[in-house]
């Protein structure tokens, strides 16, 4: 029998020793991964904060009609508003809260946590709701089939921008979590905002967006049903003029390749003016003690806004696939790409510059012609709060 060879064996206990080695850190690193929570990419969710997701039907429980009329005027209709949006989003928490299979005590404790954000997320919502919808524009959007439909479309984006930190600071607030992680199982499972957004919000605002698509046409049918009369009293201080255009081109392809083609291309110029509806308010005050004489004019807004659009290009192909393009839509952009530049360029402030000039060059002399110690102050009305509002601000919430 041949003789083993005595550093063969050592190399092969060394072998075993190593290999053993290594087992024992791979269980030790497994290990700790299991009790710190982690197992490569995977979590180890504690108990609690695992959810059962169950199928579960949303109601918002807002009738539409009331909705748009909100919509449309949400200055005049500000208190409305704010318990729409009230409305909107406890609805939203109610139903993530069914998804999930929360208790009626989690569901009280959500609304609760609610109640205490809504005052600054009420104004949150109206302050970018307003800003965004050009109430000035009403007349035009009437006549293009998107008074209505334009509404809901901001709602939609505002809402948007919201929900996901609504929705997940107040489920994290009443649900233990572990690094803000949630654990789903059961049926249709998603994050408490994609439940939010995808089943609930989204889909209540595009039946909202159907019904305003049928009031925006029947009111467009029935605009100026006769000719109106009325007697304005109107201050402009800026005007604007500005041309830009859109090109549109639609191809009908085979199997990729381009067998027609059709070419339009629109032009508009736009002839905006800024300034004051005095109609609307204004004050003349003298105060004889401190020798200052007060006007005061209303906020400016765009007084008229003239848009000559004109057809530069209309090359339609074989396939006439211009049937499937809405020239009226293309018109309409084209008029609020106008009045969003006139915004972004600060003539709300301008036509406040022009017309402090303005009244200090038509009054100044008459001032001093009667006494000169008395000097002009021009002043601008903010909207007045509602009365309501104050109330709302002081008692809790129905």
């Not at 659009?309 to 006439?320: F, V």
């Amino acid at each position: 029998m041949a003789d083993i060879n005595p550093s063969s064996n050592s190399a092969v206990k060394v072998g075993r020793m190593l290999i053993f080695v290594l087992a024992a850190c791979l269980a030790g690193i497994v290990i700790y991964r299991y009790y710190s929570g982690q197992t490569g990419d995977y979590t180890i969710v504690p108990k609690e904060m695992q959810i059962n997701y169950i199928p579960a039907d949303f109601d918002a429980n807002i009738d539409p009609e009331d909705a748009l009329v909100i919509l449309s005027n949400p200055h005049r209709y500000k208190n409305d508003f704010n318990k729409l949006i009230y409305n909107l989003n406890i609805s939203l928490l109610r139903h993530v809260g069914k998804r999930m299979g929360l208790n009626q005590e989690q569901m009280a404790l959500a609304e609760k946590e609610y109640e205490k954000q809504h005052p600054y997320l009420r104004s949150l919502y109206f302050n970018e709701f307003v800003a965004m919808k050009d109430t000035t524009s009403t007349l035009y959007q009437t006549w293009y089939d998107n008074e209505s439909t334009n509404a809901v479309e901001i709602l939609n984006e505002v809402a948007s921008k919201y929900t996901c930190f609504l929705v997940n600071q107040i489920i994290t607030t009443i649900l233990p979590t572990e690094g803000g992680k949630l654990f789903g199982k059961g049926n249709k499972v998603d994050t408490p905002c994609g439940i939010a957004l995808t089943e609930a919000l989204r889909p209540t605002l595009k039946k909202w967006e159907e019904r305003a698509a049928i009031d925006d046409f029947s009111r467009s049918k029935g605009l100026l049903q006769e000719k109106v009369e009325r007697v304005i009293a109107e201050l402009a201080t800026m005007e604007i003029r500005d041309k830009k255009g859109v090109n549109k081109q639609m191809q009908t392809k085979i199997w990729g390749f381009s067998v027609s083609s059709s070419d339009i291309e629109i032009t508009a110029i736009s002839v905006l003016k800024v300034g004051f509806r005095l109609h609307d308010y204004f004050d003349i005050s003298l105060s004889s003690k401190s020798g200052v004489v007060t006007i005061t004019l209303p906020e400016p807004v765009i007084l008229s806004h003239e848009v000559y659009p004109k057809i530069d290009k209309l090359d339609i192909g074989w396939m006439r696939e211009v049937k499937n393009i809405n020239l009226n839509q293309s018109f309409n952009l084209l008029r609020e790409e106008f009045r969003r530049e006139a915004y972004a360029d600060d003539v709300m402030d301008k036509s406040k510059t022009q017309a402090v000039e303005l009244m200090n060059t038509i009054f100044t002399p008459l001032l001093s012609s009667m006494d000169k110690r008395y000097k002009l102050k021009v002043r601008f009305k903010a909207p007045e709060k509602d009365i309501e509002e104050i109330e709302d601000e002081s008692r809790p919430l129905d």
